[in-house]
Each structure stands twice: as C-alpha cells, then as structure tokens.
C-alpha cells in the first residue's frame, strides 16, 4: 500500500511536469504549430471591377503558389486613383501595389514617394516602355499594359474624293482636308486640339517639347495650320471644344474621312454604326516630322511607405508575365507590356478580311518605334492647359499673331515649369 502511494505520487509529479513544460513550449491559441505567417498585400487596380472572372482565378493561382502572401484586390474608380493613392501615400498605412498612370507616377517618384525597382527585374519588359518609367536612372514602375492609337479612316470617302494614298503624317492628312471638302461635302478629321494632352502629342511628335521650342518656325507652322483649317472650316467648330467621343460620333455618323483612335473603339462603330464599319480600314498612327509613334501606359507602382514591397513586387511580375497578359489583352484589346507576350501569335499574325484583328498588329508593331513621352519637373497639368488655351487663342484671335501668343505661352510654360 505504502508503495502505491509512492508510485501515485510520482506520476502526479511528472503529470504536473508535463503540462507545465506543454504550457511554456507548446503552441498558443490553438494554432498549428508549423502553420506559416500570411503576409498580406494590398492591391488598388483602377477601374477592372468587371474583370472579376480574370482577377480572382488569377490571384488564387499566385496564393495556390506563394501560400505564404494573401492578396486583397481592392477596385478604385478611375476618376478617384490620384486623389485616393496620394491621401493613403501621406498616411502611414499606403497598399502595397497600386494601378496609376505614368505621369501622376512620376510626379510621386520625383517626391521620392516611391520604392524604386531594380531594372534588372525588368529586362523581359519592351526597352522603351521601361525608358518611360524611369526617373533619375532609376525604375519606378512595373509597366502594366499599354495602347496605341490607330488612324481609322472611311474608304468610301476617300474614293469619292479621288485619293489613293494614305497620308503617313498629319501634314499629308491635312493637305487632303481640301480636296475632300470639295469633292465629298465631308471633313477630313476632327483633332480634338483641346482634349487633354492630344495638342502636347502632336507637338512632340515634331520635337517641339519644351519651352525654347515652342516659339521655333517649325511650331507657328503647326499652329497656324490648324487655324487655316479652322477658318475655312475644313475642321469641324467642335475642335476646339470637344473630346473624342464626339468625334468618333462625327465619324460613325459618315461626316470624317478620318479619325486617331484605339483598336478598342473599332467594336464601338461595328455595333453603332454598322454602315461605315463596312467602309472601315486601318491605318499606322499618324506621326509628325520624327516619324514615331506615342502611346497610352499604365503602370504599377510601390509606395516608399508600403509594409510588405517584395511580396508586392512578386505580384506584380506575376500579373504582368506572358501568359496573364496575353489574358488580358484577349479579354479588353489592350497591348502588353511584356516582351515575351507580344511574340504571342494574337498579336503577330492577323487575317486581311478582319480589320480588328489588323488593327491589333499594327498597334503592337508600333511599340518598336515609340516617341519619348515628355517630363515636366513641376505643373504638368498646367502646363498641357495652358498649351489647350493657346491654341484656342490663336485659332480665334484675329488680333495677335501666331508667334505673338507663343512667345507668351513660352514665358508662362518656364514659369509653370520652375516652380
């Protein structure tokens, strides 16, 4: 008896052990004990909410292989991006990833607001994309996706007006307005002059990017050309007050011979206005005097203050490799940005009878010979307003002369742009 006692009492003993050595070493709270840590990164895409079938598959396939990240996608309003990524940028809680458009983007890597990349990250990406996103040397973006616009033009117009040629730049275009006017009663284009940056895209394709340039002979000639066009009215009134909505209204309607505008439009006038989809065909984008073309970007950016950058910066070379944007082109005509989609057959092969499957290789051929995009150091916005007003100026004023009014946009643009 005495000896059960003994043997009782040691096991209490060792019992009492046990749990206290489980209490100090073992897991807490009911987790697992080799359950990994989740980092969580947070994603702002701007406008894609009615890609739900594209997105969500696509991040529960890049959790399925990085079980250690958790993506939280997060749709802002295109309208909303600059307002809502510079508030959360100041804030010391910022998304990880966020969908904007290069030149707000560059704005905040010059504020040194941004966790700059390593290039070397992006040598699968095209050359003179990643050349646009770079400030001071340095990356600050993971292109995102691309556009580039086409000429669409009217081939009955153009047979009723007895032209045979295409025009390659917007002086040959130009000098058709005439001949077209004339022989058919309809424009040859509506240039939307005041609509955003289209004016400053212009200019830049004659090298006119800067203040000094803008008063040079090359520039008074662009300008006085437009308000010869305007006064003989060769060129819709609207010109200079309306967006391209209108004038792609005004080209479905059968009243232009031509119009600059994205592949993704070409399924807006085959759906509205059928008859002239017909008589559609597409042409390269027109240049100036340099002979490249521009194009639309959109990026994706780190802010500086982002908690978990490496996990986000993995997302991002995910979303953007071959296979995700061949996706996604095929889903929204848009271009990638990425080297190895682009040699996709979608993009390098396209059948004569089908103008929108031509207009896709052509938009993707131009990204081989892209105009260097303009980078003010202050005012942007202002600066591209201010231009939209002088030509507003010139083409209405009857007082001024052309160089007149640029020598004064030029001294305005260098005050804008030093302050």
């Known amino acids: 008896m005495k000896n059960l006692k ?3 009492a040691i096991v209490c003993v060792c019992l009492i052990c046990v749990s206290a050595v ?15 840590k989740q ?88 050359k003179q994309i990643i050349e646009t996103l770079k400030y001071d040397g340095k990356c600050y973006a993971v292109p995102f996706y691309a556009t580039s616009s086409l000429t ?17 730049t917007f002086d040959e275009m130009n000098a058709m307005a005439v001949q077209i006017k004339d022989k058919t009663g309809k424009f040859v284009t509506m240039p939307t002059l005041t ?56 080209y479905m309607s059968g009243q232009l011979a ?9 399924n807006i006038v085959k759906e509205n206005a059928p008859q002239v989809f017909k008589h559609t065909d597409v042409s390269n984008q027109l240049t100036g005097s340099n002979g490249k073309y521009d194009v639309s970007i959109m990026n994706l950016i780190i802010p500086a203050r982002a908690k978990n950058k490496e996990a986000a910066l993995k997302f991002a070379l995910f979303l953007t490799n071959k296979q995700n944007q061949v996706e996604l082109a095929k889903l929204t005509t848009i271009l990638p940005a990425n080297n190895e989609s682009l040699k996709d057959s979608y993009f390098t092969v396209y059948d004569d009878t089908d103008v929108i ?28 307003t201010l231009l939209n007003t002088t030509v507003q100026k010139i083409i209405l004023s009857e007082k001024n002369s052309t160089k007149q009014e640029l020598e004064s946009t030029a001294k305005n643009w260098k005050r804008l742009e030093n302050n």
């Open 195 to 250: 609509e955003n940056d289209t004016l400053l895209k212009i200019l830049n394709k004659y090298d006119i990017n800067s203040s000094e340039k803008i008063t040079s002979d090359k520039s008074v000639k662009i300008f006085d050309e437009y308000k010869y066009l305007y006064a003989k009215d060769l060129i819709p009134k609207e010109s200079i007050t309306q967006n391209h909505q209108e004038a792609l209204e005004k």
């Open 6 to 8: 003994i043997i009782i």
């Open 258 to 266: 031509f119009i600059q505008s994205g592949a993704n439009f070409l």
């Open 39 to 126: 980092t969580e990164v947070t994603f702002w895409s701007l406008q894609m909410g009615t890609f739900n079938s594209y997105m969500e598959p696509l991040i529960a396939e890049f959790e399925k292989e990085n079980p250690e990240i958790k993506i939280k996608w997060i749709d802002v309003p295109y309208s909303e991006g600059e307002k809502r990524t510079l508030a959360s940028i100041l804030s010391n809680t910022p998304p990880d990833l966020v969908n904007l458009t290069p030149d707000f983007s560059s704005v905040l890597a010059q504020k040194q607001a941004l966790e700059f990349i390593d290039c070397k990250k992006l040598s699968n990406y095209n």
């Open 357 to 384: 499957s031509k207009a896709r290789y052509i938009s993707a051929e131009q990204l081989n010979n892209l105009q260097k995009q303009i980078k003010f150091k202050n005012n942007h916005k202002e600066i591209i």
């Open 22 to 36: 489980y209490e100090i070493f073992g897991p807490k709270n009911g987790t697992q004990k080799n359950s990994p």
């Open 152 to 168: 669409f033009y009217n081939k009955e117009i153009l047979k009723q007006a007895g032209i045979k040629n295409l025009p390659k």
